[in-house]
């Protein structure tokens, strides 16, 4: 029987560090799980806000003690050292003995108070690997694998100086952590007049926010409904409740699971430049975006570069508002490129990057038809497929039907957990040898997957054919990711024909299967 991995994951939540870092994480949990691992969150009691947003998650939380005292954090911590409520060698220190029984394989840490230190101690005392989430670039960090999913011209240069190791990098909004709803879920439907305006500046609204954007949208004479989005875990919530009331026309919703379906059934949201941004781009909401934490200064201007939100501040607010309600094309624009950047499947991404070494290969049947068949169809495959053009679906049940009964050919069907992420043939040919085809699904791409999956494959071949046997492989012209892949795994040739021998295993002769 398989032992599910385990993969714990350090994160916060209160009412100064907001509640963005512990949703996010949340959906990269529900991904990790989604695709065989086994999870637990460590947290620390700093206030009542990350036990509301936990809720009824069902995922098992080991809670380290709340601060004793007040802490000011030294002139050598991180610039958010106190977000923590202690030194970040006691939370390294709390850390490692809360999970030295669980053993994890992994741990995640989604925490700007943690520098290199931290990660050091807690990789050394658990023996695990580190993927470390990160969007500010503000100290020294020794990650394993490196998540950020906010926009940059270049990630390797935003780190460049702040890295201890070369790590697996997962950055752009490829990997935004997203709840899995919304990979499904409905996207906005463009209307040309702006029927309504959601607002959502946060889980705790920073600032007391929400109320002063509701105003400005009063003071850019939009006069329709208004949809405010919080939480209970808002401090100024009693302040936001009266804001609503009083306006007559506004509606606050409170602690939704998953805002998609607000997102989409507003012509223009407003909302803070955190997590929820990329929300409102896979939904494709047109959006107005305003940088209310350091870290977001970036990330809204390469946006609003893009054209995928519209950049603003407090001040120039109302009039912001006023030129898009009259523009619906601005507006559809908007919509058109932000929901270009994000697919809702980044959360999914990230979690087979984590969980690659623990692929596995079934053998393929006939109920796997419409599966492969989407796979071999997708122009991302075809471009490196010998033909190239749409396959059609008879004709494929056919060919999978006939390889099926071929007993000199194998077709195998990679999965992570339950997740089917790719598939593999060997075909023999009539010098005895096997010539080897393999992709992953097109979305997968670029995950090192592929790696695994040539690996698994030999392997699983091995065991059938203990006597060894010598794989070839046909690359296309041009097609260097395939050329490095084989490369990578010991064949010898190319750039366009590989060769390897495999096996044969210990006290077995050579026989070609």
């Known amino acids: ?206 600032g007391a926010v929400s109320a002063r954007v509701l105003a400005a949208c009063r003071s850019a004479g939009f006069t329709g409904p208004v949809e405010v989005v919080s939480t209970s875990a808002n401090p100024q919530l009693v302040a936001l409740q009266d804001a609503c009331q009083r306006d007559g026309n506004t509606a606050l919703t409170l602690d939704q699971p998953d805002l998609a379906a607000f997102f989409a059934r507003h012509d223009l949201q407003v909302g803070a430049g955190g997590g929820a941004t990329w929300e409102r781009c896979c939904i494709g909401a047109p959006s107005v975006a305003l940088a209310l934490v350091a870290n977001q200064s970036a990330v809204v201007p390469g946006l609003a570069a893009l054209g995928a939100v519209r950049a603003t501040d407090e001040a120039t607010l109302p009039a912001v508002l006023r030129e898009l309600v009259a523009d619906p094309a601005a ?76 007993p000199t050919r194998w077709l195998f069907v990679a999965q992570v957990g339950q997740l089917p992420v790719g598939s593999i043939r060997f075909d023999r040919r009539d010098n005895g040898h096997l010539e080897v085809s393999l992709y992953t699904a097109p979305d997968l791409q670029g995950l090192g997957l592929g790696q695994r999956l040539l690996a698994a494959g030999e392997q699983t071949l091995l065991a059938l054919c203990p006597g060894g046997f010598t794989v070839e492989a046909q690359v296309l012209p041009d097609n260097t990711p395939s050329q490095r892949l084989f490369q990578t795994a010991g064949y010898h040739g190319g750039p366009l024909q590989f060769r390897k021998a495999i096996g044969p295993l210990p006290n077995t002769s050579h026989t070609t299967p």
């Open 331 to 406: 507006r559809q624009s908007l919509a058109e490129r932000a929901a270009a950047l994000v697919d809702g499947r980044g959360a999914q991404r990230v979690a087979l990057a984590l969980l690659r070494d623990h692929l596995q290969l079934r053998p393929a049947t006939a109920d796997d038809a419409r599966l492969l068949h989407g796979w071999r169809n997708h122009p991302a495959v075809r471009a490196v497929s010998a033909t190239q053009d749409p396959i059609d679906f008879d004709a494929h049940q056919r060919w999978l039907h006939s390889l099926l009964a071929n």
């Open 1 to 206: 029987m398989t032992v599910a991995p385990r993969v714990a994951i350090r994160v916060d939540a209160s009412a100064a560090i907001g509640t963005g870092h512990l949703k996010r994480c949340l959906s990269l949990a529900q991904a990790l799980t989604d695709a065989g691992a086994e999870i637990c969150f460590v947290c620390r009691e700093l206030d009542a806000v990350a036990a509301q947003v936990l809720g009824n998650s069902g995922i098992p939380t080991l809670w380290l003690p709340a601060p004793a005292q007040a802490f000011t954090p030294g002139p050598d911590a991180p610039p958010h050292a106190a977000w923590a409520g202690v030194p970040q060698t006691q939370d390294a220190a709390d850390t490692a003995q809360a999970l030295d029984t669980w053993c994890p394989d992994a741990v995640v840490v989604d925490h700007y108070a943690f520098d290199a230190r931290w990660h050091q101690a807690v990789r050394a005392a658990l023996n695990c690997r580190l993927l470390v989430i990160d969007d500010t670039a503000d100290r020294p960090l020794d990650a394993d694998a490196l998540l950020d999913h906010n926009w940059a011209p270049d990630h390797r240069t935003k780190y460049a100086s702040r890295l201890q190791r070369e790590p697996l990098w997962l950055c752009g909004s490829r990997f935004a952590l997203l709840a899995s709803a919304y990979r499904g879920a409905a996207r906005y439907r463009f209307h040309d007049t702006v029927r309504s305006i959601g607002i959502f500046m946060g889980g705790t609204d920073p």
